[in-house]
């Protein structure tokens, strides 16, 4: 089987994607006759025990006239992103696309009558970005024989719901809208080994330079796939994403107002990339088709910080465990004879331990400035790398760039 690199280099550099959840859960935005959902938005109708009569005339509320599929992927583009993911269907069932196998979709259902699909397929053509989508192959709250966790999870009729629904939509997906990046597979469930192989099979087989997320289950997909808004710790062996939110929740909420400040997701990109992987950051439109005010301005942030350090970023390589814990005020990422100091703390100076590269020239990514290396054997016979703190703002971070005579990191065991 060819490498994630070979299949598809856009997503093995990239390293930074947008994650968009939208659907009928919009309509509702977290609360459903006057009762709140204590978890994530997309999941109220299973939360809140929705009848799906009733959650099937939200489809009749939902005309999202505010909704700029060019305006949101010109903003993905602009904050460094590379890739577009799109919930084309999630747990509830309901489709944001215009399929023929099923009629519980926005085109047939709505008074929408948009098949935003292929909206972002346009956006995504004239931004240069990859259009990708999320697909919830085995949850499906609507059909008979979907998969429901708690409620009916192993489902006797999921065979039926696979030949119905979910082969026929992924068909409709992979074929009607041109050149598709990845598909998102999502919580597998009980799905066997076979069932999650017939569906990789056919994602291949259709489009073969598509990637598979790592939840299409039975360690099938292209890569892994972290949990949500969890960092792995160190260094994985084989390419990974973490999906992450700018609040606590994917699908809109309008009592989920606890944001995320753009140095802290600067960080965790940072971190994501540092250990081989990429970072793919969610918005959640609300029913009108707009994205709230601060995920905006958290994108346009790291726009800014993308624009003058994304070099330290793009086709960045896994960095080798550094031996000491700094805590977050410098991260290091690194490419072939680079290693890319991130600053996001002020010091009286930057100095590092146990580097034992030679440093040929060290740069402010930022303002061109150039920062001379003082190099030390220290008394217990450590190097040290010192250098004077750079004098461009830190604002939500700066990066240093420093050349090294040698390819590879070469970091020195911890001494005595």
Same mark, same amino acid.
């Given at each position: 089987?060819?490498?994630?690199?070979?299949?598809?280099?856009?997503?093995?550099?990239?390293?930074? %994607?947008?994650? /968009?959840?939208?659907?009928?859960?919009?309509?509702?935005? %977290?609360?459903?006759?006057?009762?709140?959902?204590?978890?994530?938005?997309?999941?109220?109708?299973?939360?809140?025990?929705?009848?799906?009569?009733?959650?099937?005339?939200?489809?009749?509320?939902?005309?999202?006239? %505010?909704?700029?599929?060019?305006?949101?992927?010109?903003?993905?583009?602009?904050? %460094?992103?590379?890739?577009?993911?799109?919930?084309?269907?999630?747990?509830?069932?309901?489709?944001?696309?215009?399929?023929?196998?099923?009629?519980?979709?926005?085109?047939?259902?709505?008074?929408?009558?948009?098949? /935003?699909?292929?909206?972002?397929?346009?956006?995504?053509?004239?931004?240069?970005?990859?259009?990708?989508?999320?697909?919830?192959?085995?949850?499906?709250?609507?059909?008979?024989?979907?998969?429901?966790?708690?409620?009916?999870?192993?489902?006797?009729?999921?065979?039926?719901?696979?030949?119905?629904?979910?082969?026929?939509?992924?068909?409709?997906? $992979?074929?009607?809208?041109?050149?598709?990046?990845?598909?998102?597979?999502?919580?597998?469930?009980?799905?066997?080994?076979?069932?999650?192989?017939?569906?990789?099979?056919?994602?291949?087989?259709?489009?073969?330079?598509?990637?598979?997320?790592?939840? /299409?289950?039975?360690?099938?997909?292209?890569?892994?796939?972290?949990?949500?808004?969890?960092?792995?710790?160190?260094?994985?062996?084989?390419?990974?994403?973490?999906?992450?939110?700018?609040?606590?929740?994917?699908?809109?909420?309008?009592?989920?107002?606890?944001?995320?400040?753009?140095?802290?997701?600067?960080?965790?990109?940072?971190?994501?990339?540092?250990?081989?992987?990429?970072?793919?950051?969610?918005?959640?439109?609300?029913?009108?088709?707009?994205?709230?005010?601060?995920?905006?301005?958290?994108?346009?942030?790291?726009?800014?910080?993308?624009?003058?350090?994304?070099?330290?970023?793009?086709?960045?390589?896994?960095?080798?465990?550094?031996?000491?814990?700094?805590?977050?005020?410098?991260?290091?990422?690194?490419?072939?004879?680079? $290693?890319?100091?991130? $600053?996001?703390?002020?010091?009286?100076?930057?100095?590092?331990?146990?580097?034992?590269?030679?440093?040929?020239?060290?740069?402010?990514?930022?303002?061109?400035?150039?920062?001379?290396?003082?190099?030390?054997?220290?008394?217990?016979?450590?190097?040290?790398?010192?250098?004077?703190?750079?004098?461009?703002?830190?604002?939500?971070?700066?990066? /240093?760039?420093?050349?090294?005579?040698?390819?590879?990191? $070469?970091?020195?065991?911890?001494?005595?």
């Amino acid at each position: 089987m060819r490498s994630v690199q070979q299949k598809a280099p856009w997503w093995a550099e990239g390293k930074f %994607g947008l994650f /968009v959840h939208w659907g009928l859960y919009a309509v509702l935005a %977290g609360a459903y006759k006057g009762r709140r959902t204590k978890n994530i938005a997309e999941w109220i109708m299973h939360d809140l025990k929705i009848p799906k009569a009733e959650y099937e005339k939200l489809a009749a509320q939902f005309d999202p006239e %505010g909704f700029d599929a060019d305006a949101l992927v010109k903003t993905a583009r602009d904050a %460094g992103m590379r890739y577009v993911v799109f919930t084309a269907k999630h747990h509830d069932g309901f489709a944001m696309f215009d399929s023929k196998a099923d009629p519980y979709n926005i085109v047939a259902a709505t008074p929408c009558g948009r098949d /935003v699909a292929m909206d972002f397929r346009r956006a995504c053509d004239k931004y240069g970005l990859k259009l990708c989508f999320y697909y919830s192959q085995a949850q499906d709250w609507h059909h008979p024989g979907g998969i429901e966790e708690e409620v009916c999870d192993p489902n006797p009729k999921f065979r039926e719901y696979l030949d119905q629904k979910c082969i026929p939509q992924l068909k409709e997906l $992979l074929t009607n809208y041109g050149d598709i990046g990845l598909i998102w597979f999502d919580t597998p469930m009980q799905m066997t080994k076979a069932e999650s192989e017939e569906l990789a099979d056919l994602v291949r087989q259709l489009q073969p330079d598509c990637l598979i997320s790592g939840r /299409v289950g039975h360690g099938l997909g292209d890569y892994m796939t972290t949990g949500d808004n969890f960092l792995p710790l160190l260094p994985y062996h084989r390419p990974f994403e973490v999906p992450a939110t700018i609040n606590h929740t994917w699908g809109f909420s309008d009592y989920d107002r606890h944001w995320k400040n753009p140095k802290f997701l600067i960080r965790s990109l940072v971190k994501s990339v540092s250990r081989g992987g990429n970072y793919l950051l969610n918005v959640g439109p609300d029913k009108h088709g707009r994205v709230p005010e601060e995920s905006i301005r958290v994108l346009e942030a790291m726009g800014r910080f993308m624009k003058t350090n994304s070099e330290a970023l793009y086709g960045a390589i896994p960095t080798p465990v550094y031996p000491y814990d700094v805590g977050d005020w410098c991260l290091l990422t690194a490419k072939p004879h680079t $290693l890319y100091l991130h $600053l996001f703390e002020k010091r009286k100076d930057i100095y590092l331990l146990s580097i034992a590269n030679t440093p040929l020239k060290a740069m402010v990514l930022a303002s061109g400035e150039e920062l001379p290396i003082t190099l030390r054997t220290t008394c217990e016979g450590d190097s040290s790398w010192r250098m004077p703190w750079p004098k461009a703002d830190i604002g939500n971070g700066l990066v /240093v760039k420093v050349e090294l005579a040698e390819e590879n990191i $070469l970091f020195e065991p911890l001494k005595g």
